[in-house]
């Protein structure tokens, strides 16, 4: 059969030895020599085909991608467009490796873009899975001594490939021996999801790319690197060992793989699970460097030579990828006039302290913005610039499991008082409402004319404060999913708010270095007290448990703290090397959260 690769024609198929298709004209024969004989595949921005080669007396396969933009809009196009174009000079470049499908062609016609590669004859990995059962140890550590060069390769060569899984494993033959071992030589598929990294490159949020159940999870966030490929190789494997889905193989109330749980035949040896397990550890900088390192641990005699021959720069890591350094304030930069404030009488501080924090936690890709502990103490949640929030295990210092949704900075977040519910500001100019036992997000709440950057409940969990640079306060009745009041007349920006514990007291905190205190009086909001400590951003206030004291944390990365009935200021804590943008105190009072641009969340004994 020859089909047609005119993406609009209603009948493809044609005769085998067609010049034009019957039913649309189009030409069947690409480069009057690539014949597409059958589909294989299709995505969002073409297709892919099954294809031979008329221009020599073999007739050899080959495969044909296909790129049509016409179906997409402009911009999404000329992104994809530019995606394929890419995809070609990659395969380019790599496809000089026996176990990456070399480059035939690269052209346009008819208006859209094509690839020509060569075909690997053979079955992917998740095909002779599902035909031979579960891959024993000896056939993993095969696999990975076949693929773990592959990867050092593709690595050297300033790629990652951001979709390692079993489906883009191809065994080249179908061989296999009687001791089980699969003599087939295995070949890496499928780069239209790699991704170059540039000597100045920066890991921004980005475009997520991927199968979900095999992506790291920075990867998720559009934040790949080196150890995102050794990741997905490492959840490849565990897959094939079990023929379990690995979102399976993950426990979140855990926070840890299972997936010896599910071995269906002998245990795996320690030293084969140890590197498995830090394959697929959470965070980057806990799994090995490189491909290499991973071969090194499992040959800790020695590589065999058998294994590098013909890779350049054996025991050279991969170019690094540059890292961002830690960002400005939360915010833009100031475009308006500030207006006259009140002159305020400082009190200096009874004395200045550098502390130990007792946990750094740290996978953040970008500034902390906000951190909240839960009620029992046991969990603790902080927002990011990276668009994500984290649900961490306080005691132990441990992430759990990251919720999305934002479409710009989280920028503050808060629980519930009884613990369910999480509350999330955003410079979107929205307020997110978290379902905390499904893990998802629950319904927005909307108003602000500007950005959001802080939220807090009040004691009983009726009613959510949101400070936002619209120079308002909103409180917000979340029975009903609607606005209660607005607390206005503020003389800046309000960056962060904060409730008393008996919830008729509220505090907010300014662009200007005001902190101002309201109380519920009657029926009504009234201003209280205005406190003041120095004359830059505050970004953060929590108000403690008995509502006697009141942190602020500012631009200059000091955590001031004040006894509220006074208004005195009793000490300044020298916190964070750059922005204090976030404090929560936890249920007992004695210890705080910090959280700041240098990417760090800190806890203090008070």
Known sequence: MSYCLNPQCPHPQNPDDGKFCLTCGAKLLLRERYRAIAPIGHGGFGKTFLAVDEDKPSRPACVIKQFFPQTQGAPQARKAAELFHREAVRLDELGKHPQIPDLLAHFEQDKNQYLVQEYIDGANLEEELTHRGPFAETQIRQLLDDLLPVLQFVHQSRVIHRDIKPANIIRR?????????????????????????????????????????????????????????????????????????????????????????????????????????????????????????????????????????????????????????????????????????????????????????????????????????????????????????????????????????????????????????????????TVEIWDLKKGKRWYTLSGHADRVYGVAFSPDGQTLASASRDRTVRLWDLKRSRELATLDGWPDWVRTVAFGPDGRVLAGGCRDGSIRLWQYRGDSWQLWRTLRADDTDIFAIALSPDGSQLTAGNRRGNIDLWQVNSGTLLETISAHSGDVLSLAFAPDGNTLASGGSDRLVKLWNL
């Open 173 to 429: 033959g179908q061989a296999g021996t009687a001791t089980g071992q699969l003599s087939g030589q295995l070949v890496l598929v499928d780069f239209g999801a790699a991704k170059v990294v540039t000597d100045t490159q920066l890991p921004g949020t980005g475009t997520v790319i991927g199968s979900p159940e095999y992506v790291a999870p920075e990867q998720t966030r559009g934040q790949a690197v080196y150890a995102s490929d050794i990741y997905s190789l490492g959840v490849t494997c565990l897959h094939l060992l079990t023929q379990i889905s690995p979102f399976d193989l993950y426990d979140i109330h855990e926070d840890r793989w299972v997936w010896r749980d599910y071995l269906r035949g002998p245990a795996i040896a320690d030293s084969l699970g140890s590197v498995l397990d830090r394959m697929v550890a959470t965070l980057p900088n806990q799994r090995y460097e490189s491909a290499l390192d991973v071969l090194k641990a499992l040959h800790p005699g020695g590589i065999p030579p058998a294994l590098l021959g013909g890779l350049p720069g054996v025991g050279t890591p991969p170019p690094a990828i540059a890292r961002p350094s830690p960002s400005p304030q939360t915010g833009a930069s100031r475009t308006v006039q500030q207006p006259p404030t009140p002159k305020f009488s400082r009190v200096a501080p009874l004395r200045s302290t550098a502390r130990v924090p007792l946990h750094t936690l740290t996978g953040h890709r970008d500034a902390v913005t906000s951190v909240a502990f839960s009620p029992d103490g046991k969990t603790l949640a902080s927002g990011s610039e990276d668009l994500t929030i984290e649900i961490w295990k306080a005691d132990v210092g441990k992430r759990w499991y990251t919720l999305t949704g934002h479409e710009d900075w989280v920028t503050s977040v808060a629980f519930s008082p009884d613990g369910q519910t999480l509350a999330s500001g955003s410079r979107d100019q």
